[in-house]
């Protein structure tokens, strides 16, 4: 029992800690945000937000307690304003692990300035687009699935942003609670 135990503490030390997680490289934010540039409608959101935030690789796993976490680049109006960490704890039924890379779109000034204040988190209401890239299969709440390339999916603004989600690799089965907490860092002067 005490093995389980440890599993879960590291689990939540993961998700909650943002010194554990190495900082993903402008290098590697401007490469994800290429891929989604090819994907679904996010070139036309992109067009209408003016910032936006990249995770390149956010990992998650859990087993009944899951844990996710990762860090990106924040942009406004093109411009690299800082870095960000995600991470997240959910309660439910979940078993496997995943990672995946999400982009977060700002519609306007205020939205940008919400989440850029520090502290930002998603409440369980909010809702992200998946879009695959390449060959992928996976599984959910609704079943198994496959896909070749599903590259046509379209986002819509939720209180001033648009989310995606592109599928890296793993298999997660899960019906989970819980929200995405980001923390921003400005660059410094």
């Not at 993961?14 to 891929?35: F, G, I, P, V």
């Not at 990672?99 to 502290?119: C, E, M, P, W």
């Given at each position: 029992?005490?093995?389980?135990?440890?599993?879960?503490?590291?689990?939540?030390?993961?998700?909650?800690?943002?010194?554990?997680?190495?900082?993903?490289?402008?290098?590697?934010?401007?490469?994800?945000?290429?891929?989604?540039?090819?994907?679904?409608?996010?070139?036309?959101?992109?067009?209408?937000?003016?910032?936006?935030?990249?995770?390149?690789?956010?990992?998650?796993?859990?087993?009944?307690?899951?844990?996710?976490?990762?860090?990106?680049?924040?942009?406004?109006?093109?411009?690299?304003?800082?870095?960000?960490s995600m991470g997240q704890i959910t309660i439910g039924f979940q078993?496997?692990?995943?990672?995946?890379?999400?982009?977060?779109?700002?519609?306007?000034?205020?939205?940008?300035?919400?989440?850029?204040?520090?502290?930002?988190?998603?409440?369980?209401?909010?809702?992200?687009?998946?879009?695959?890239?390449?060959?992928?299969?996976?599984?959910?709440?609704?079943?198994?699935?496959?896909?070749?390339?599903?590259?046509?999916?379209?986002?819509?603004?939720k209180r001033g942003m648009a989310v995606y989600t592109l599928a890296?690799?793993?298999?997660?089965?899960?019906?989970?609670?819980?929200?995405?907490?980001?923390?921003?860092?400005?660059?410094?002067?």
């Amino acid at each position: 029992m005490k093995p389980i135990a440890t599993f879960f503490a590291l689990l939540v030390l993961l998700a909650s800690s943002n010194t554990l997680y190495a900082a993903a490289s402008l290098e590697k934010c401007r490469d994800t945000l290429e891929k989604f540039r090819g994907l679904g409608d996010v070139p036309e959101m992109m067009a209408q937000s003016y910032g936006y935030a990249v995770l390149p690789t956010i990992g998650k796993g859990g087993i009944g307690i899951g844990a996710a976490g990762g860090t990106g680049c924040v942009f406004k109006q093109g411009a690299h304003t800082g870095n960000v960490s995600m991470g997240q704890i959910t309660i439910g039924f979940q078993l496997g692990g995943q990672a995946y890379s999400q982009i977060i779109l700002f519609k306007n000034a205020d939205v940008y300035h919400d989440f850029t204040r520090g502290q930002f988190e998603f409440g369980a209401d909010a809702t992200a687009v998946a879009l695959t890239y390449g060959a992928q299969a996976g599984a959910s709440t609704k079943g198994a699935s496959a896909s070749a390339g599903d590259t046509k999916a379209t986002g819509s603004w939720k209180r001033g942003m648009a989310v995606y989600t592109l599928a890296k690799g793993g298999l997660m089965y899960e019906a989970s609670i819980g929200g995405q907490k980001f923390k921003f860092k400005p660059l410094k002067d």
